[in-house]
Every structure is written in C-alpha cells, then in structure tokens.
C-alpha cells in the first residue's frame, strides 16, 4: 500500500462507547496530523506529532486522546463523545523540513464518524 | 494570526466554462500557498502549490500564481468538465508565523460542474 490509510472508514458508536481510530503512513514522513472536517466549520488543525512527539494540541477536548507509537501510525481513541462530535476525521503526514512542521500534506480518506 | 479567506461556495457552471475561485491570506511570515481538492467521499489531495512571490503553480489544467502585493493565490481553469466538481480548499503553510508551519485552510469552495 501507498500513501496515507485511515481505518474504519466509517464508524457508528454511542456516547458510553471507546473506540479508535487508525491512521497509517508509507511514505517515510516524520511528522502525522489529526484534523476534524463538519459541515459547518473549516478544517479544524487538532493534535501535530512530529517525530513521535507531540508538539501541538488546538485545546482539544481530553474525550480525544491520540497516540503516535512511531512514525508510520497514529491512533485516536475515542470515550463517551457527544452527538456534535460527529464528522469525518482527516489524518494527514507530511516531511518536517527545516524547522517547518506542516510543508506539504498527505491527507488519508477519512474516517465518517457518527456519534448516536 | 494567519488566515485563509475564499470565496462562498457552492459555485455551479457548465463544462467548458471559465472558473476562477478567490483566495487572499494574512500571515506574519513568508508563507508557502497550497491548493488543495477534495473529491465526494475522499480525503484531500494536493493540487497546485507555490512557495515564493511571483511563482505560478499549475496542475491539470488548474493555475494559481502567488500575489504577495495582494496577498492573494487566486485559482484559475480555462475549460472545466465535470470531472471537476469537487471542493477546492485554499491553504497556507508559514514556518516563521503564529501558525508555526502548520497547514491553515479557508473554508472551501464547493463546485458543481453540469453537462
């Protein structure tokens, strides 16, 4: 496989429920991305890892926890979210270059989420 | 703090027809200006880039040339066909500004190409 795969692609839960999400990467990139996508908000920036650690976090909710375990996979685990939590999630990987964490991304396809 | 402003979607024309879609930014540093598409269902692709004043990016068939005296990436296409409906999304990336090279997008800019 290439490029950026996000798994599942579509996911149902409840608000009790846990859940994650999966993002892999085989392009060699050192820095990975989570953003989320609604319908009524631009593309919102969430959680940046660069080289395995994270360097942004855009006062995300602590209901999103995410986990960079290397730099090919990155995981967002999911507790008791909230019915506005629905929309599709973006992970993105891009290659840090000269101090720049975000030169050009890589998006996967997304993962639909719908919080019921 | 940067930001990315485009035109108001959703923008609906006939194949072959002429598309321009406005995009203006503010950043404090020198940024590098993306494109980017989004196909139904998909996530979003790279279209066209620009990293310096002047420069024009170009990709099938799309343009967009870098006005840093009107801060603007506007995107242009001489004959669009339906295979280009999809949402545009105009990005900048500005190491030296607020955002701290991260990626920050405009809202989208919905087109609907008909036969």
């Known amino acids: 496989e290439t490029g950026v795969t996000q798994t599942p692609r579509h996911l149902v839960m409840g608000m009790t429920n846990k859940k994650s999400l999966k993002c892999e990467q085989h392009l060699g990139h050192n820095a990975m991305y989570w953003y989320k996508q609604s319908a009524k908000k631009p593309l919102e920036l969430m959680f940046v890892?660069?080289?395995?650690?994270?360097?942004e976090n855009n006062s995300v909710p602590s209901r999103f926890s995410p986990e960079c375990p290397n730099s090919s996979h990155l995981f967002l685990h999911l507790h008791t979210l909230q019915p506005e939590d629905s929309a599709l999630y973006l992970c993105?990987?891009?290659?840090?270059?000269?101090?720049?964490?975000?030169?050009?991304?890589?998006f996967g396809q997304g993962t639909r989420l719908t919080v019921v | 703090g940067d930001s990315v402003t485009q035109m108001e979607g959703p923008v609906t024309l006939s194949e072959e027809a002429f598309l321009t879609i406005n995009c203006t930014y503010t950043?404090?540093?020198?940024?590098?200006l993306f494109w980017y598409v989004q196909y139904p269902g998909e996530g979003l692709q790279l279209l066209l880039k620009?990293?310096?004043?002047?420069d024009k990016g170009s990709n099938k068939g799309f343009e967009a040339t870098y006005r840093k005296e009107t801060t603007s990436f506007h995107l242009e296409k001489g004959s669009v066909q339906v295979s280009d409906s999809a949402v545009y999304f105009c990005a900048l990336s500005d190491p030296g500004g607020g955002s701290q090279g991260n990626l920050i997008f405009g809202k989208g800019t919905k087109l609907s190409v008909k036969p």
């Open positions: 890892y660069s080289l395995e650690e994270r360097v």
């Open positions: 993105a990987s891009s290659q840090e270059i000269g101090g720049a964490v975000n030169t050009e991304a890589f």
């Open positions: 950043a404090t540093g020198y940024p590098s």
């Open positions: 620009a990293t310096k004043a002047d």
